[in-house]
């Protein structure tokens, strides 16, 4: 539901000045994020709205912006250079490829969506929590390096004209911001570069020239989409096994890639906000918006960190401010194509470069010698993995080699002992114990050489799992079988209650621990 009756006139206002902010803005970056991925800027630009308008309705954070980004679009190259491959190898060629091709990203856009919604129904949402940020700074470093290096391709045989024409607008979302915040710095340029380029008659390629690339020789002509609205399509590839095991694996990459740049934007919001955010029904809105996004003839996408960003420090904190976003950004693809047409590429790419710059966690390149070698290690692996490989694989795999580097540095558990009187020995542990540090927990007993008399006192450790209480059961038998006399102190009576073996010789203590041991069943 949209809470309009929680709206303060002064609400509305800055909502709706942002979302208008922010439609401007997103009309370049869905354009060039559709390039990335080597479809129509039309289905970019579709893709924006579709997005952008469901999230802002049942999202989980009022003034967050989705819409094509470059994660997901660096993700679905992959799975347009393989349809174009199979289709032309069936004789498809001109509007016939171009067409089949969107039916496989689609296709890719509602699998990838029946995930997200999953996901969210089973409320994994908060697993985001488990990403380190090393992890992060890897994730955020890498996308910038595949953003920029995703640019090159419209820069081969560049002449100096083009090259000047992105230094300029470098220079321009450089500069502009430090003298004025009131015009959005990539609407300022393209406004200038286009207005050059169209009175001077230069000779470069334009958003409708596009096609005369190599790369966009199939993209259909922009003038042809002017007054139309997204229409509904289910794809044609929806019935067929084949089609739906070639782009099950890029639909996958593509729904927990968009799940991790939604959660992180999110994330940063709350934060900003100081307003915590419901990261489970954003996954859900999130797949909603992409089946959607397929169903229209769209690409798929996902918040998007920086206009959420730009949203947000521009007074856009309720749903409205997407809303007018989405609509906004609407309105100036059906009445305003011609316009889009004689953009140059060169702004959009000197744009792209500097949110490649800007997405660059440049903070990341002194703290790597300072933060610790194992975090440093993360961090470099993601960034690799995300520029080589994909950007789900790097941030799964930085959780993994923490969650490891975390075990490895806990698994050591520590055993002080004194005597007693009566000649008891009592170990008094230290450190958690679980399946990684059993080793260790059996080196510290001596068992031939003690005394008749033992006492294990786990005030100081934290039984965590089941092999840890298998562990103490194994220990319990061995000392058993030497005949000596044991007592287990100060565990909590989940573990009590779970030991076999060794459930005899615990003792009970007033201050026993009221911890629950971590059990598969």
Known sequence: MIPFQNYLKGNVKNDILSGLIVAVALVPEAIAFAMIAELSPIV???????????????????GMISGATGAVAVVLVALVLEAKAL???QGLSGDALAFGVLQYVTLAAIIAGLFQIGVGLLKLGKFIRLVPQPALFGFVNGLAIVIAMSQFKFL????????TLVIATMAIMFFLPKVTKQIPAGLFAIVVITAIVYFFHFDVVLIGTLNTLDAFKNMPDLAQYKGQLPTFHIPDTILSGEAILTVLPTAIIVAMVGLIESLLTL??????SGVRGSGNRECIAQGTGNIACGMFGAMPGCAMIGQSVINYTSGGLGRLSGITAAVGLLLLVITLTDVLAIIPIAV??????????GTFEWSSANRIFKMPREDAFVMVVVTVITVLVDLAIAVISGVIISALVFAWKQARITAHTHTEEDGTKVYTLQGPLFFGSIRSFYD???IEMDPPKVVIDFKFTRVMDSSAVEAIDTLTKKYEEVGSNLKLRHLSKDCKNMLQAAGPYCTFEIDDPTYKVAVNY
């Open 44 to 62: 970019g630009l579709y893709g924006a709205f579709i997005l952008g308008l469901i999230t802002a309705l049942i999202g989980g954070k009022p």
């Open 87 to 89: 289709l032309t190898a």
């Open 444 to 446: 510290a007993f001596s």
């Open 156 to 163: 081969e045989n560049a002449n100096t004209l083009m090259i």
């Open 267 to 272: 994330s940063v919001l709350d934060e900003m």
């Open 348 to 357: 959009l790419v000197g744009i792209m470069f500097m949110v490649s710059i």
